[in-house]
């Protein structure tokens, strides 16, 4: 079925919803890791934003508790959604109590039971905050609880971690035996979606109170946020201080799973979303060496992170509906190979490296760019050494991928995709100039249809696309009809004209795709690449005395295109023919 969108919402096993990223073995192993550990044990599942994380604890929940003769009870929790508009101590207390209570519902145990013990947890829990900030990040072992202790007072003593940790584990042992199962899972979402203090005190907290026998903690967290939330304690991350950090994870961490991202096998993914957006029809979709394009581009821009990909595809279908309901003209129309890919390399190229894309914007021939454009965007010489090593270098020997690598050099992230930068930008001058065109006229051509989804239309003005009208013999055209009504004005002026006398009237260097060709040759390119290049109906050709021509319907406002054959028209051919913008 066609949609209109990709939604960014995780894979749920439960609906039957397919592993396209190539996830299964790592999922089957967690799996078969999980059945058997041993307990108290937390797992953490570490990636960035948008890598999956809670896609794979839904299949493990599923894998776990949820399927009939499954081992463990699981609680799930989705940490931000206690954040929301409360201060740090009342979030962190919020989420131990849901945990307890979770726990005694589950085990069913009576209501003044489940009270008592819940106030207990809440209880215990603002006195562990308040001594988090002054002692524990440096005490976080095993043993840590005596310490606490010591430092409470003697009414907090009375619900002390001890006498809540042996509660927690009568009521989870009692459940178990009970339910013939082997334990609880705690599946703990979000963690890196709220402020990272609060989570590096969140996870003191689970550390301090949930470490219990029968119990397995799965985490989906980013250990960027860790490191930031033991800023305040520890200062910013440096190779002198970076063991304490990694101290803290550890002590905390028992196992830690690194999603594998690196791994992912977009293709089916890509293939798949492609079909449902309507951006490729079922031959194309079919067509290994084409996805494996779509795929190389989303390798060298957003990767293979199932976030940034879906963003990208969403990017795609919105581009692709709004122009449907321009009543774009068939050559505005995109349908063939080359021109799809164009198209979601430039978005990807938008989402991915938005300082590349302006510079497209603002210089569409990029195969082009030189020292003025280096000077324009104010950008520093390379020294002789640095050139030198870039000479030898197939993706930056030549000017304009020097040109590249110095706007690269101006931000720490581009710096370091510098290459696949290079490696893109060359794909696409492979992809325009193999099929005889001009990388100038395409990029504008195809870069203005993707301006609505980039997020500086908000700030600055972007570049549309071109509904240029241009004014002829009293009559308003767009830019490829127009050309096509100057021929015809032309031979029905000059009937007697050749084919060779008209060539030397309109020459083949004005336009990419030349002016006008015969009827066959026209026919025969539409034949090879599926897409018409040249007005072919029957009465959209023009007989010479010679020959029956067609003319190019691929035309733009930038480049050697139309500028050049108004030019040529005004300049030449008198007063009748005078054209002028509408």
């Known amino acids: 079925m066609i949609k209109t969108s990709i939604t960014d919402i995780p894979r749920d096993v439960k609906k039957g919803e397919k592993d396209t990223f190539g996830i299964e073995p790592f999922e089957k192993g967690l799996v078969r890791f999980l059945k058997s550990t041993n307990t108290p044990i937390t797992v953490a599942l570490q990636g960035e934003w948008g890598s999956g994380k809670t896609s794979l604890m839904n299949s493990l929940k599923e894998s776990l508790s949820d399927i009939a003769g499954s081992v463990y009870h699981s ?68 043993g840590v609880g005596d310490v606490i202790e010591k430092s409470l007072t003697s009414e907090e003593k009375s619900a002390s971690i001890s006498q809540i940790r042996e509660e927690l584990e009568k009521v989870i042992a009692d459940c178990i035996a009970k339910d013939n199962k082997r334990g609880f899972m705690f599946f703990i979402d979000d963690l890196d979606r709220i402020d990272p203090p609060v989570a590096v005190e969140l996870l003191e907290l689970l550390k301090n109170i949930f470490t219990l026998k029968n119990c397995v903690f799965v985490l989906a967290i980013d250990y960027d946020v860790v490191i930031k939330g033991l800023e305040p304690k520890f200062g910013k991350l440096t190779a002198s201080n970076e063991r304490e950090f990694r101290s803290f994870f550890d002590k905390i961490i028992q196992v830690p799973f690194s999603m594998p991202v690196g791994s992912y096998k977009p293709s089916c993914f890509l293939r798949d979303s492609l079909a449902t957006i309507n951006y490729l029809n079922e031959k194309q979709i079919n067509n290994e060496e084409l996805i494996s394009k779509f795929t190389e581009i989303s390798n060298l821009t957003v990767g293979s992170n199932p976030r940034a990909l879906k963003r990208l595809l ?33 978005v990807s190229v938008q989402v991915a490296y938005p300082m590349i894309y302006r510079l497209l914007v603002a210089q569409s021939g990029f195969d082009k760019w030189d020292e003025s454009v280096a000077v324009k965007f104010n950008l520093k010489p390379l020294d ?60 504008h051509s195809i870069i203005s249809l993707s301006s609505v989804t980039s997020l500086e239309a908000f700030d600055t003005p972007t570049t549309g696309k071109d509904y240029s009208k241009y004014k002829f013999q009293g009559k308003e055209y767009n830019k490829a009809r127009l050309v096509h009504s100057v021929v015809k ?70 480049g050697k295109s139309i500028p050049s054959f108004i030019e040529k028209v005004n300049s030449k051919l008198g007063d009748n023919f005078k054209i002028t913008p509408a």
């Open 75 to 142: 609680v799930w929790l989705n940490t931000w959604e206690y954040g929301l508009m409360k201060d740090t101590q009342s979030t962190l207390i919020d989420i131990i109590s849901a945990l307890t209570e979770e726990v005694t519902k589950i085990a069913k145990i009576d209501e003044t039971k489940a009270n008592k013990l819940g106030n207990k947890v809440k209880s215990i829990g603002g006195s562990l905050l308040k001594f988090a900030g002054k002692t524990a990040l440096n005490t976080v072992a095993s």
């Open 314 to 346: 969403n990017s795609i279908s919105l581009i692709n509906c709004i122009n449907s309901e321009k009543n774009n003209s068939e050559e505005d129309t995109l349908t063939e190979d080359n021109e799809l890919l164009i198209n979601f390399a430039l």
């Open 384 to 443: 002789e050494e640095t050139k030198l090593k870039l000479n030898v270098l197939d993706e930056f020997d030549e000017e304009w991928e020097q040109v590249l690598f110095r706007l690269c050099e101006t931000d720490y992230f581009l710096r370091k995709k510098s290459l696949n930068i290079s490696l893109l930008l060359n794909l696409l001058r492979t992809l325009i100039t193999e099929k005889g065109d001009d990388v100038e006229d395409v990029i």
């Open 489 to 558: 004005a032309y031979v029905e002026q000059n009937q007697s004209v050749t084919f060779t006398e008209l060539k030397t009237i309109f020459p083949d260097s004005i336009g990419s795709y030349g002016v006008f060709t015969t009827e066959e040759d026209a026919v025969e390119i539409f034949n090879k690449r599926g897409r018409k290049r040249h007005y072919i109906k029957p009465d959209e050709l023009i007989k010479l005395s010679d020959a029956t021509i067609a003319v190019s319907s691929r035309w733009s406002s930038k």
